[in-house]
């Protein structure tokens, strides 16, 4: 059965203390992931497509890259307007993961 | 350009009750889903519409769910009786394409918030 987890659950940082978020997944070929940001009251938001293992992509303080057996988001510097859920899914399903809740402490 | 829209954004019924939400897609999107997010969780995928027909819809609880989408535009999501495990945002999205031609990424709605007592 197709699984995406995410971790950690929760992460709190310091303004300008760089981390990274994980999603692991277990897909038969998988056909792409996606990264969503997610505020609270509102839908997501649509972040990176990421299809082939070694794939970089990067949006302001974000980059998300991808293997063969999981994804990373990583937060460079963050600020608290980076503050929100984000949530990995990957596209032979549209099968999401719970997400990562990231507050950011000024 | 126009997002996806929603309504209505809050709805509280009681339960055995009947219910419906609509969509508006991006204009020009043929693909259109629904998905069902409970509170701490990540949205799960109820129906795929490909234009007018349904593509997807492993995930619905036929007995109660339904979905339409007439004119390969507007889409409504019913609830017939609902139940207390109900309870949850039911988000609307669309994309250009479907799945694997490139133009699959999903623009989401705001959602409606669904409460059964």
């Known amino acids: 059965e197709d699984q995406v987890t995410q971790s950690p659950e929760a992460l709190r940082l310091q303004e300008g203390e760089s981390s990274s978020l994980n999603c692991s997944y277990t897909v038969s070929g998988l056909r792409g992931l996606f990264w969503y940001r997610q505020d609270p009251g509102k839908g997501p938001e649509f972040l990176f497509t990421?299809?082939?293992a070694g794939e970089e992509k990067e949006k302001e303080r974000l980059k998300a890259t991808l293997t063969k057996k999981e994804s990373f988001l990583h937060i460079t510097a963050p600020k608290p307007e980076d503050s929100a859920t984000y949530l990995c899914?990957?596209?032979?399903?549209?099968?999401f993961g719970t997400g990562t809740s990231l507050t950011v402490i000024p | 350009e126009a997002g996806v829209a929603q309504s209505p954004r809050y709805k509280i019924i009681e339960k055995r009750q009947s219910v419906a939400f609509w969509c508006n897609p991006i204009?020009?999107?043929?693909?259109l889903y629904w998905y069902q997010q409970i509170l701490g969780q990540g949205p799960k995928l109820l129906i795929q519409f490909q234009n007018n027909g349904v593509v997807d819809d492993s995930q619905l609880p036929k007995d109660r769910f339904s979905a339409e989408r007439l004119k390969g535009v507007d889409s409504t999501l019913k609830i017939q009786p609902a139940k207390l495990e109900d309870s949850a945002v039911y988000l609307c999205a669309s994309s250009l394409g479907p799945p694997g031609g490139g133009q699959e990424t999903q623009y989401f709605g705001p959602g409606t918030r669904l409460l059964v007592l």
């Open positions: 204009s020009g999107h043929a693909t």
């Open positions: 990421l299809y082939s």
């Open positions: 899914a990957v596209l032979n399903q549209f099968y």
